[in-house]
C-alpha cells in the first residue's frame, strides 16, 4: 500500500504566501516524476508544476514566477511554495506522484494520488 498525505491548503488574502507538502509512505521502492496538480469549482484539474527525481522542473504558465515546486527524496516529500496568490488558484489541489512498489516483480511504474488540500484565496 502507498498513501500520498497532502497538507498545508488554508484560506488566505489575495497577495499571500502557502507552502503545500506532499509526503509518500507505503511499501516504496522509489519514487520518479511527482506533480502538483489543481481543480477549481466547475473546471477540469490541470497541472501546475511538476519535478523529477533529478530535480528537473516544469510549470504551467500561471504558475511560473510565483510558484517554486521543490522536494526532498530522503523524506518522499514533495513542496509548493505559492507566493502571490490571487483569487483564480483558489482550488483543490492535488499531488502526483509515480512510484515503483516493494513486492513487484515487473517492476512498473504506478500513478499515485492524494485526496487533495484545499487553497482559498479571497480578493
Known amino acids: 500500500q502507498v498513501q500520498l498525505v497532502e497538507s498545508g491548503g488554508d484560506s488566505v488574502q489575495a497577495g499571500g504566501s502557502l507552502r503545500l507538502s506532499c509526503t509518500a509512505s507505503?511499501?516504496?521502492?522509489?519514487?520518479?516524476?511527482m506533480g502538483w496538480y489543481r481543480e477549481a469549482p466547475g473546471k477540469q484539474r490541470e497541472l501546475v508544476a511538476t519535478?523529477?527525481?533529478?530535480?528537473?522542473?516544469d510549470y504551467a504558465d500561471s504558475a511560473k514566477g510565483r510558484f517554486t515546486i521543490s522536494r526532498d527524496n530522503a523524506k518522499n516529500t514533495m513542496y509548493l511554495q505559492m507566493n502571490s496568490l490571487k483569487p483564480e488558484d483558489t482550488a483543490v489541489y492535488y499531488c502526483?506522484?509515480?512510484?515503483?512498489?516493494?513486492?513487484?516483480?515487473?517492476?512498473?511504474?504506478?500513478?499515485?494520488w492524494g485526496q487533495g488540500t484545499q487553497v482559498t484565496v479571497s480578493s
Open positions: 502526483n506522484a509515480n512510484i515503483r512498489i516493494l513486492m513487484d516483480p515487473r517492476g512498473s511504474w504506478y500513478a499515485y
Open positions: 507505503g511499501s516504496i521502492l522509489s519514487i520518479n516524476q
Open positions: 519535478i523529477t527525481s533529478g530535480g528537473t522542473t
